[in-house]
């Protein structure tokens, strides 16, 4: 029992590290959607936006565990982490930057800017449910309070997900311009963010191929322990090299 608790709450460390790097670029372009607002109407518009944003989570991370074990939809969320990996690394290398201009919310209303503020965070949500359903679905079987299975998954993987989420949130509303100020100081961390993403895709994808249904895979290789340690191995080995590649970035700019 110690091990499986050991396992999700390394899971939970990663999913909270990942949403915090993704949503501080998320949370920069929120601060420029609400900027023509007055400022007594900024947090509140970023409030409603996110609480709506929140039940929009629950009730999408919901169907998602529904269709979980689909192997169509598996695939389509593989495809869907590589391509946002892989198009993130592209547009940096293109010089390219993701950003909304405040001309796009410019002389919108309150609760215009509200919904505009929630469908950009829908948006902006896909890719890191994604990223933790893909992570979780591979945990040990744990039932926690005897609940037993939600949408299809057991309870322990569930609350995995549905926290990752929720510290997305509270990351994006509360803690986001920390992250801002970790960015940039150390921007190659985002590439590093989106590394980890398109990895996640290619777990995603092995899950998908070891699908009872396929057979592509053996379904022993996908869940067994040394899968396991090869994606965690590889996960630690982005982390380690990301984050020298930073530092290293960091000194050469500051010595220019």
């Known amino acids: 029992m110690e091990a499986i ?9 990663v999913l909270v590290a ?16 609400v900027k023509h607002l007055p400022k007594d109407q900024q947090k509140k ?5 996110l609480l709506g944003a929140f039940v929009f989570r629950f009730a999408a991370l919901f169907m998602i565990t529904l269709l ?29 930057d993701h950003t909304i201009e405040p001309e796009a919310t410019k002389g919108s209303g309150f609760w215009m800017t509200v919904l505009k503020v ?15 359903v893909a992570l979780a679905i591979t ?8 609940i037993g299975e939600i949408g299809g998954i057991n309870s322990g993987q569930f609350a995995v997900m549905l926290a990752g989420g929720l510290v997305g949130l509270i990351i994006m509303r509360f803690a986001a311009h920390k992250f801002v100020k970790l960015l940039a100081n150390y921007p190659q961390l985002e590439t590093t963010a989106f590394v980890i993403v398109g990895w ?16 592509i895979l053996p379904y022993e290789f996908v869940h067994s322990a040394q899968w396991k340690l090869i994606f965690w191995g590889v996960l630690l080995g982005i982390v380690a090299v990301g984050a020298l590649i930073s530092v290293k970035k960091k000194k050469q700019t500051e010595e220019k």
């Open 45 to 49: 518009a970023l409030f409603y936006g």
């Open 139 to 146: 945990l040990p079987h744990l039932d926690l309070f005897g």
């Open 5 to 13: 608790l050991l396992e999700y709450l390394w899971v939970l460390l």
């Open 68 to 96: 979980v074990d689909v192997w169509q939809i598996q695939a389509l969320g593989a495809a869907y982490l590589l391509f946002i990996a892989f198009k993130h690394i592209y547009d940096q290398r293109k010089g390219k």
């Open 200 to 215: 996640v895709g290619v777990k995603l994808t092995v899950l998908t191929l070891g699908h009872e249904k396929l057979g």
């Open 118 to 132: 929630e469908l950009a965070d829908i948006a902006f949500a896909i890719d890191s449910m994604l990223a933790a």
């Open 18 to 33: 990942l949403e915090g790097l993704l949503a501080a670029d998320n949370a920069v372009v929120m601060a420029v959607m």
